[in-house]
């Protein structure tokens, strides 16, 4: 049997019962922590949570090898990973190998920031659109995508969840300034005015799930400098406000009153 389970989204007490009860019983436990990690938590402490030795894969083990799959062929095998397993990662690809296979599944879902982000950020889940991820640049990649996304999102009067990139294996994490930075010299490379620059109201937040969160709301020139603290950091773009939106920016992200006047 393979079961595939989330960790949820900061330390070890956000696993769930049922994904505790799995990970106590099964035969073996690998971990992969290349596309997130959980920062509120030591990989002892799940270990010692858990009562068994886990296994840490690197990506190729992961993506190449696969050999977890194999072994559940006789035994029962557990891939643990933060957040919810299926979204935002290739995993469902190892459903994939256990059906052609034959072997038996499980998943055991965990909190995921694709809906943990837009509840703390106050906004109506309903009215979000595409979510987009803003990578690390590098020589001669620098994707005009992410800003792109969004303005075809403020056309539709949707919000948009930004996911930043992370580098795990590298010990990178982007964080809100940098993601906001490189909107701005987007903006700056574009021939044409764009829908988004220094005034375009913006949300940054951190290390949701912790009991330090931040979820601070204003305009992007004064988020650009403002300090997230550690990781893991997401910005969300909104749209057009309802009124009982724009109160929660107001009153619970410290934005500026005056949004309660434009809505």
Do not use: W
Not at 62 to 84: H, M, N, P, Q, R
Not at 223 to 244: E, R, T, W
């Amino acid at each position: 049997m393979f079961y595939l389970v989330g960790l949820g989204l900061f330390d070890h007490k956000d696993i769930s019962i049922k994904g505790l009860e799995c990970l106590k019983n099964v035969d073996k436990i690998y971990a992969e922590f290349f596309t997130s990690r959980l920062f509120g938590s030591s990989f002892e402490a799940i270990e010692e949570l858990v009562g068994q030795k886990i296994e840490i894969l690197v990506r190729n083990e992961v993506e190449e090898e696969s050999k977890f799959i194999e072994e559940a062929k006789t035994s029962d095998v557990a891939l643990i990973t933060g957040g919810d397993p299926l979204i935002a990662t290739t995993h469902s690809d190892f459903l994939v190998q256990c059906s052609k296979k034959q072997i038996d599944y499980e998943v055991i879902h965990g909190s995921s920031i694709l809906s943990s982000a837009p509840a703390i950020s106050g906004l109506q889940g309903y009215k979000f659109g595409k979510v987009t991820t803003i990578p690390f640049p590098d020589y001669n990649f620098y994707p005009k995508s992410p800003y792109e996304a969004i303005e075809e999102n403020l056309k539709m009067d949707l919000h948009t969840l930004v996911l930043l990139d992370i580098q795990a294996h590298k010990d990178r994490y982007m964080t809100v300034n940098q993601g906001l930075e490189y909107l701005m010299n987007i903006k700056n490379d574009l021939d044409r005015d764009g829908l988004i620059g220094e005034d375009t109201l913006a949300m940054g937040i951190a290390r949701v799930g912790s009991s330090d969160v931040i979820v601070k709301a204003g305009k992007i020139s004064e988020l650009i400098d403002y300090d997230f603290g550690g990781p893991l950091h997401c910005i969300i773009i909104p749209s057009k406000l309802h009124i009982v939106e724009a109160e929660y920016l107001v009153e619970i992200a410290g934005a500026d009153p005056e949004i309660l006047n434009e809505n």
